[in-house]
C-alpha cells in the first residue's frame, strides 16, 4: 500500500490573458483548474501507472472541497484531516507573450493538535508493506523536524517512507535514514554545500555518501541530463529521453510516483528504473503536472537506456 501524504496542498488555477494590465481591469481568456500539491501529484501519477495510493494532509474551505471532488472522480483514495480556513489557490498568468505572473496564497495555519492528529492517521495505515510519501513544503509555523519524527514514528511501526523535500526540510530528515530519496541535482548540491554546479561524477559521490548513511535508494534526477540511481551494490545512470518538452515542473513528482509504483511491485532495478525515465519524461511532454497516459510511458520505456557503472 502507498499512502502519500500532503501538508501543503493547492488548486493550480491556470489563467490566459493577452497582456496583464496592473491597476487596470483584466479579461481572462481562459481558466483551468486543477488539484495540486506535490504528494496529490504523486497520487494522480500513480492511478494513471494503473497503482493505488491513499492521499492525505491537510485540506481547508471550498478550496479543499474541490481538491476531494478531483480525487474523487479520478478514483483516488483520500483520507485528509479537514482545518479552519481555506486550502492555497496557486495563479498562474500566463501573457500572449510568454510571461508568466504567478500569485500564492498563503494556506492555513495549521495548530500543534491538527498535527498530532494528522501524525494519529498516518501510525493506522503504518505497518510493514507499506510505504508513505513525504513531498513537498510544509505549512508556516510547523517545526522544520516535523518530517524527521514522522519518518522515526513509521519505521517504528515497520512502513517505509519516500522523501521528496528540499533544504532544511531534507538535511533535518536524513538522519532518521529515509529508505528512499530522490533530490534533484540542485537540491543535492545545495546539501553538499557546494556553490557551483557538480558534475556526474561529484553527484555519484555524493549519492554513495547517502548510502552509507543508510539510506537504500537514491535516485538523483539531473532534469534534461536524466538520472542516476544508487540502490546497494547496483548503480546506474540514464540519459533522458528525447521528447517534446511542454512543461518540466512535476517531472520529478512523476519520478516519485514511478519510483513507489515500483516499490509496491517489486519491480527489480533494471525495471524500476525503466519506469521512471518513461514516466518523468512523459510527464515533460503533458501540460503542467497533468501526469502522462500509461501508453505513453510503456511506449517511452522502450528509449531507455541504462548505463551500469563500473561495468
Ligand atoms: N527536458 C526533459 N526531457 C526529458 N526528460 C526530462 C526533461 N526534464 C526532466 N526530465 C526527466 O524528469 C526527471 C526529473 O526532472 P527534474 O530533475 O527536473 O526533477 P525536479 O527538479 O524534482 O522536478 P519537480 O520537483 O518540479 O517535479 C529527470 O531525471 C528526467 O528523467
Ligand atoms: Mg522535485
Same mark, same amino acid.
Given at each position: 500500500m502507498i499512502v502519500t501524504v500532503t501538508m501543503n496542498p493547492a488548486i493550480d488555477k491556470t489563467v490566459e490573458i493577452d497582456r496583464l494590465l496592473p491597476g487596470g481591469l483584466n479579461r481572462i481568456r481562459k481558466v483551468e483548474y486543477d488539484a495540486g500539491g506535490k504528494g496529490i501529484n504523486v497520487s494522480k501519477t500513480i492511478r494513471e501507472l494503473g497503482g493505488e495510493s491513499i492521499a492525505t494532509g491537510f485540506l481547508g474551505g471550498n478550496a479543499g472541497k474541490t481538491i476531494e471532488a478531483v480525487l474523487t472522480e479520478k478514483g483516488i483514495q483520500h483520507d485528509f484531516i479537514w482545518v479552519e480556513g481555506e486550502t492555497r489557490t496557486n495563479t498562474k498568468v500566463f501573457e500572449e507573450s510568454g510571461a508568466v505572473t504567478e500569485l500564492n496564497e498563503p494556506g492555513p495555519q495549521i495548530s500543534e493538535s491538527q498535527m498530532e492528529q494528522l501524525i494519529e492517521k498516518l501510525m493506522g495505515y503504518a505497518k510493514e508493506g507499506t510505504l508513505f510519501i513525504l513531498s513537498g513544503s510544509i505549512p508556516s509555523g510547523v517545526d522544520r523536524h516535523i518530517y524527521a519524527r514522522i519518518i522515526r514514528l513509521l519505521h517504528e511501526k515497520g512502513a517505509e517512507v519516500l522523501l521528496d523535500a528540499d533544504g532544511e526540510l531534507f538535511r533535518n530528515a536524513l538522519s532518521e535514514e529515509p529508505d528512499i530519496i530522490k533530490p534533484n541535482r540542485v537540491e543535492l548540491e545545495e546539501y553538499a554545500g557546494y556553490d557551483y554546479r557538480a558534475s556526474k561524477e561529484e553527484l555519484l559521490n555524493l549519492a554513495r555518501d547517502l548510502k552509507e548513511k543508510g539510506i537504500k535508494t537514491i535516485a538523483v534526477s539531473m532534469g534534461k541530463s536524466g538520472a542516476m540511481f544508487v540502490h546497494g551494490g547496483y548503480e546506474a545512470i540514464c540519459p533522458s529521453l528525447s521528447v517534446k518538452a511542454h512543461s518540466t515542473v512535476g517531472a520529478g513528482d512523476a519520478m516519485v510516483a514511478a519510483l513507489a509504483y515500483a516499490w509496491n511491485e517489486k519491480l527489480t532495478d533494471d525495471e524500476t528504473i525503466r519506469l521512471c525515465m518513461a514516466t518523468s519524461a512523459g510527464a515533460v *511532454? *503533458?501540460?503542467? *503536472?497533468k501526469p502522462p497516459t500509461r501508453e505513453l510511458v510503456d511506449e517511452l520505456m522502450q528509449q531507455v537506456i541504462i548505463e551500469k557503472i563500473g561495468e
Open positions: *511532454t *503533458t501540460i503542467g *503536472t
